[in-house]
C-alpha cells in the first residue's frame, strides 16, 4: 500500500504559476505509475496528467497541454505538477492518484490523496 499526501494548492490570479507536491509513503513510490486528477463541485473527477513509473511515459489532458508538467523524484518518493499561465476554469481540487499499472484512469486508480484546492481568479 501506499499513503498520498498532496500540497501547494492556493490562490493565484490567471497568468500565474502553481506547484503541486505529492508525497508517497509506504511502499516505495517507483511500484506506481502516479498521475494528477481534478474535480469541482457538481462534476465528475477528471484526468490531468499521469507519469509511468520510471517517468518515461507523460500523459496529459489536452486542456492542460503546455502550460502544465507532470514529474516525479522516485529518490524523495515525490510527484509534482507544475501549473503555469493558470486560466480560472484550471480552479479544482487536486488529487494525487498511484496505481500498479500503466496507463491507468480515474475509475482504476487504486490509491488517492485528500485533495489540494488550487483557485485561479480572473
Known amino acids: 500500500q501506499v499513503q498520498l499526501v498532496e500540497s501547494g494548492g492556493g490562490l493565484v490570479q490567471a497568468g500565474g504559476s502553481l506547484r503541486l507536491s505529492c508525497a508517497a509513503s509506504?511502499?516505495?513510490?517507483?511500484?506506481?505509475?502516479m498521475g494528477w486528477f481534478r474535480q469541482t463541485p457538481g462534476k465528475e473527477r477528471e484526468f490531468v496528467a499521469t507519469i509511468s513509473h520510471a517517468g518515461g511515459r507523460l500523459r496529459y489532458t489536452d486542456s492542460v497541454k503546455g502550460r502544465f508538467t507532470i514529474s516525479r523524484d522516485n529518490a524523495k518518493n515525490s510527484l509534482y505538477l507544475q501549473m503555469n499561465s493558470l486560466k480560472p476554469e484550471d480552479t479544482a481540487i487536486y488529487y494525487c492518484?498511484?496505481?500498479?499499472?500503466?496507463?491507468?484512469?480515474?475509475?482504476?486508480?487504486?490509491?488517492w490523496g485528500q485533495g489540494t484546492q488550487v483557485t485561479v481568479s480572473a
Open positions: 492518484a498511484a496505481d500498479p499499472t500503466w496507463p491507468f484512469t480515474v475509475s482504476s486508480a487504486d490509491y
Open positions: 509506504g511502499r516505495a513510490s517507483r511500484s506506481y505509475a
